[in-house]
């Protein structure tokens, strides 16, 4: 009963070549939360959404993009993949529900560039 | 801005042992949230365990539970018991209610010895 779908594991593409990994959740959190995660690093955020509100970290690179249709569907677009975006990229949700909160991952997306 | 510190980048404990993961933070906030997560060599981010800045009591999850010091700034996990199937890095997270950011500290490798 996977709560935080991403799609695909796993994902090769092409130097240059843009690129969209999916994230959807089934718990209705209003947060989505899309990180980047590298080789024995912890993961990096790179912006989130709290419901349409889009937030966006300073040191994101352009190259990444997102886009949040609905409650339940998140994307992240990589325009022109270089060799250095090869990473574990983690979607999160999370909801505030008074002085607590709960937050869950997907099974990440590994990305190759090659 | 808010930070998180694990001071521990490799641990090996030996099977059926107490473990204990050190984990501080620093805030101004009144309002946070401590989370901690386990992360196998396949990737996944997996919850285990979630203390609120206003919680009174340790939070428990079964053998996972949090040494919550809030005038230190100290959330430390202890893992009873120790099973060969808790070898993996964790990792100790806050949650910043305001603007629902959620950063990670560096990560623990642990590895539990036969």
């Known amino acids: 009963d996977a709560m935080v779908i991403q799609n695909p594991r796993y994902q090769v593409t092409q130097f240059g070549k843009p690129v969209t990994l999916s994230c959807s959740q089934t718990?209705?959190?209003?947060?989505m939360y899309w990180y980047q995660q590298k080789s024995s690093q912890a993961p990096k955020l790179l912006f989130h959404?709290?419901?349409?509100?889009?937030?966006n970290e300073a040191d994101t690179p352009d190259n990444f993009q997102s886009r949040r249709p609905n409650t339940s569907f998140c994307f992240l677009d990589i325009r022109s993949p270089g060799l250095g975006d090869a990473a574990m990229y983690l979607c999160?949700?999370?909801?505030?529900?008074?002085?607590?909160?709960?937050?869950?991952f997907g099974q990440g997306t590994r990305l190759t560039v090659v | 801005a808010q930070k998180i510190t694990q001071t521990q980048p490799g641990m090996f404990v030996q099977e059926k042992e107490a473990v204990t993961l050190d984990c501080t933070y620093d805030?101004?906030?009144?309002?946070?949230?401590l989370f901690w997560y386990k992360q196998p060599s396949s990737g996944e981010m997996i919850f285990l365990i979630y203390?609120?800045?206003?919680?009174?009591q340790n939070a428990t999850e079964g053998r996972y539970s949090l040494n919550f010091q809030k005038a230190r700034k100290s959330a430390n996990l202890v893992i009873s018991a120790s099973q060969l199937g808790d070898s993996a890095m964790y990792f100790c997270?806050?949650?910043?209610?305001?603007?629902?950011?959620?950063?990670f500290g560096t990560g623990t490798r642990l590895t539990i010895i036969p």
């Open positions: 959404y709290y419901d349409k509100d889009f937030n």
């Open positions: 997270a806050m949650f910043r209610f305001g603007n629902e950011k959620l950063t």
């Open positions: 718990l209705n959190h209003n947060v």
């Open positions: 203390q609120g800045s206003y919680d009174q």
């Open positions: 805030t101004s906030d009144p309002s946070y949230g």
């Open positions: 999160a949700t999370s909801s505030v529900a008074g002085p607590n909160t709960e937050a869950f």
